[in-house]
């Protein structure tokens, strides 16, 4: 079993950046892709990025491209998210999920979640 917990959320002005973190407790960390979701008030639970287990593929919604860098460092038991260029429209709880099988995209591919963190972002 892993125990996930986010952080680095915060209130930014537009253009700002931010790096969440997602950090992992018990079990073996490697042995699961992490995917980074985020939920905006009244809108659906959303896939942003995810990367492999050994971190060699990564990939990422196509509104964050070339914005959001996501990393990983197994021995620090640690997935990063780097948020640059932020807009309003990436204002949300940020949460990051844990899956064992393939790379995960869907919400229904994660077997363990963290509490989220929230990102709000100023015009």
């Known amino acids: 079993q892993v125990q996930l917990v986010e952080s680095g959320g915060g209130l930014v002005q537009a253009g700002g950046s931010l790096r969440l973190s997602c950090a992992a407790s018990?079990?073996?960390?490697?042995?699961?892709?992490i995917t980074w979701f985020r939920q905006a008030p009244g809108k659906e639970r959303e896939f942003v990025s995810v990367i492999s287990r050994s971190g060699g593929r990564t990939d990422y919604k196509d509104s964050v491209k070339g914005r959001f860098t996501i990393s990983r460092d197994n021995a620090e038991n640690t997935v990063y998210l780097q948020m640059t260029s932020l807009k309003p429209e990436d204002t949300a709880v940020y949460y990051c999920?844990?899956?064992?099988?393939?790379?995960?995209?869907?919400?229904?591919?994660?077997?363990?979640w963290g509490m989220g963190t929230q990102v709000t972002v100023s015009s």
């Open positions: 999920g844990a899956g064992l099988y393939g790379l995960g995209y869907s919400a229904s591919s994660i077997h363990y």
């Open positions: 018990e079990g073996t960390f490697s042995n699961y892709h």
